[in-house]
């Protein structure tokens, strides 16, 4: 065999080698009572637009929406997707009151607002101190029927004005805001810099905030009386760096299970945190994720979604069984 040939060969070797590898599944690193190591990280499909806001059903489905094409789409537990919602108004986070009613943020004309059943839709609020919400990002609904939520404020591009041509001194900055029972509205934080997930400890004594611009998950404490205790930085995230636009995490979505662990979607991947706030692993999908919750029957797969991907993972965990995020 001549030089030429065993380059050529050798370089074949390694062209054959190099296809091999991007085809492996993707798959799990071990996270102790988590994930098994290995474990698939399987496919649901692609081509989803605008992936956002999962939540579990208890037939052991998944809602999530797309924002862009203003729809809330089902996944079925055989892996089926059907749609389950149009014209949401751009629908990005979802949460069930106590009486059924899906509750979710709103990005087109925005606002927050019960989305379904039809007969019971209707806006919950739409403006502060008279000034319209910027991006509605993600909520959650305690077991009483509180709505957090936060706004992320106008994109990131950090224009002078709306989509719509809104100047910025008509809409409301970044923030932290909750809903009573009653329907009275709170601003509960206001330096935050790009409030986005939302998720509530098991016993909701702890609201958790991913903040993208930020290198840390925040926490704030509940009180009996419904009180929330001064922020302060519960994990450190992996992946902070330096960006087009700025320092970032890309932390997005949150998830809790019923120990009580925090689940992160984030630039490098699902981050998983003790309650404690201890880095405990990291889940690299093959597109960033951008939101996630448990679903199931017993609530033991983990559906993440980004960036026009939905995902599924078997876990060793399992969700919060007392709220449906």
């Known amino acids: 065999m001549n030089t030429f040939h065993a380059l050529a060969l050798a370089a074949g070797f390694a062209l054959a080698a190099s296809a091999a590898f991007a085809q492996q599944p993707a798959v799990t690193p071990a996270i102790p009572g988590v994930v098994a190591a290995g474990t698939p990280i399987e496919l649901v499909r692609e081509g989803f637009k605008g992936t956002e806001g999962p939540i579990g059903l208890p037939d052991g ?17 055989d892996g089926s997707v059907s749609s389950f919602l149009e014209n949401s108004n751009g629908a990005n986070g979802l949460g069930f009151a106590p009486n059924g009613d899906l509750v ?21 609020v739409e403006r502060f101190d008279g000034r319209r919400f910027g991006r509605p990002n993600d909520l959650v609904v305690d077991k009483r029927g509180t709505v957090y939520f936060t706004d ?30 009653a329907g ?19 016993d909701e004594k702890v609201l958790y905030v991913a903040n993208t611009w930020g290198e840390h998950v925040l926490a704030f404490d509940i009180a009996d009386d419904g009180s929330i205790g001064p922020r302060r930085n519960f994990a450190r995230l992996a992946g902070y760096q330096k960006t087009d636009t700025g320092y970032s995490s890309g932390a997005d979505g949150l998830a809790v299970d019923a120990q009580g662990r925090v689940y992160v979607a984030s630039s490098v991947g699902v981050q998983v945190f003790s309650p404690r706030g201890e880095a405990l692993g990291i889940i690299a999908l093959p597109k960033a994720p951008q939101n996630l919750a448990f679903a199931g029957a017993d609530k033991r797969t983990l559906y993440v979604v980004g960036r026009g991907a939905a995902y599924r993972i078997a876990t060793l965990a399992a969700g919060n069984p007392g709220r449906a995020k």
């Open 184 to 202: 009275a509205l709170q601003r509960i934080a206001a330096d935050i810099e790009r409030p986005n997930g939302i998720q509530l400890s098991p």
């Open 104 to 124: 979710a943020v709103q990005v087109a004309d925005t606002r927050v607002g019960v989305v379904h059943p039809p007969e019971r839709a209707r806006t919950l």
């Open 61 to 77: 489905s998944l809602l999530f929406t797309e924002t862009q094409d203003k729809r809330i789409t089902r996944i079925a537990p």
């Open 152 to 181: 992320s404020g106008i994109n990131a591009a950090r224009s002078a004005v709306q989509n719509d041509g809104t100047p910025t001194d008509a809409v409301a900055p970044p923030a932290v805001y909750r809903i009573s029972p």
